[in-house]
């Protein structure tokens, strides 16, 4: 294991010490890219000091993510210390004789890890996240953070939990910093059930879809997440939150899909045994039904979020080909913003909405942000 990489352009700043939580889909592309920047000034201000999933972590005075990255990729026994999982530890692998930052990077989905930000966030260690369970959850969670970050003086960054890094929560902030006030969101806000209404047809089985976005990375780790609305769920409460309306998560009326299919049949999916399908035989055949309606009429099935007179809501929406949130490809994630600035036509931010290099990159931005600025 390579400890130091031997570069560091800017003497007069040392790197930041960064720990890495989390080493699947989103866990692996930020080793990419940090890989990638091996040698460069921005490689040089990020220095990775430990490494961890829920089997062990590695720690180093300088980790190489590329070797890291080749310990989780070719199958080679994955030596990592059980012990150094301890989170209780992972505020000790920052440490350090130096003023740098340290920044802890959370790729995981994991609440245990969540319940640790605002333990960190007080003792002045910066978390950048790709979990929504930390602002996208309860209200309390969500407020222990603000003041948690506050009391250790610590940035908490969330660019990667809405939009997987678009400058979505960055917009909504920019406005109401420049005296703007946020009437009203609405938008596509799931990367995975984008790509699936985007791609599916009524011919091939919605399952075997919904597997094959799994395997993308653009789902959640279970994908009922997605379907259940709960993901979409979590992002409108960032959003909203950050838009200055403290919902509570009850307070977002979602429509899960698997309810919808549930209705349909009068079955209960809290009823359901865990070998069910992810796809239960009525959804598919709800969303074949929705689908060919749709396209008769030259509509689109989209998955929508909406916050407006302090209410928030998810469902499944057929909207015309011309309303402005139908279009889109991919995994486009697409946000409408109204406000006293924006209040006939909105603002509208769209791109790619899913997938662990844009993940990754949305965490990495946050981190440099951080590495960059001075440290207190
Ligand atoms: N995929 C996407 O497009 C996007 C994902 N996100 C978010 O990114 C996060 C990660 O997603 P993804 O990479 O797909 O998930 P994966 O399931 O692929 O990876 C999760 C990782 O977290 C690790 N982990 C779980 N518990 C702990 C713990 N207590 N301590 C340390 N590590 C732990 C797992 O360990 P182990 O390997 O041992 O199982 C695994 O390595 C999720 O919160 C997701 O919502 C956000 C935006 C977009
Ligand atoms: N599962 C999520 C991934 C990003 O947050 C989605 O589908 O958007």
Known sequence: MQHDQGVNPTPSKPSARVALLGTGNVGKAVLDRLAAWTGTPRGA???????????????????????????????????????????????????????????????????????????????????????????????????????????????????????AGLPLLRNIRDLQAGGDTIHAIAGVLSGSLAWLFNHYDGKK???????????????????????????????????????GVPLASDEVEVESLLDLAGRETGQDRHGARRDDSVVPPPLE????????????????????????????TVRLETLDATHPLASGAGTDNKLAIWSDRYRDQPLVIQGPGAGAEVTAAGLLDDALRIARSTPD
């Open 205 to 243: 089985p919605f399952s075997e879809m919904v597997d094959e976005a799994r395997q993308a990375g653009y789902t959640e780790p279970d994908p009922r997440e997605d379907l259940t609305g709960d993901d979409v769920r979590r992002k409108i409460l960032i959003l909203a939150r950050a838009a």
């Open 285 to 312: 055949a709800l969303l074949q039904r929705r689908h060919r309606d749709a396209a008769a009429r030259g509509a689109q099935l989209r998955y929508i979020a909406r916050l407006q007179n302090g209410g928030a």
């Open 45 to 163: 201000s990020l220095a990775l000091v430990h490494a961890g999933n829920s089997r062990g972590a590695l720690r180093a005075g300088r980790l190489c993510p590329a070797d890291v990255r080749r310990r989780l990729l070719d199958g080679s026994p994955w030596h990592a210390d059980p012990v150094l999982a301890n989170l209780s530890g992972v505020a000790d692998a920052l440490a350090g004789n130096d003023p740098a930052h340290r920044i802890i990077i959370d790729a995981t989905a994991s609440s245990e890890v969540a319940d640790n930000h605002p333990r960190w966030l007080a003792q002045g260690i910066h978390v950048v996240t790709a979990c929504k369970l930390g602002l996208g959850t309860t209200l309390e969670r969500w407020q222990a953070i603000h003041d948690a970050a506050a009391h250790g003086n610590a940035r908490y960054g969330d660019s990667a939990t809405v939009g």
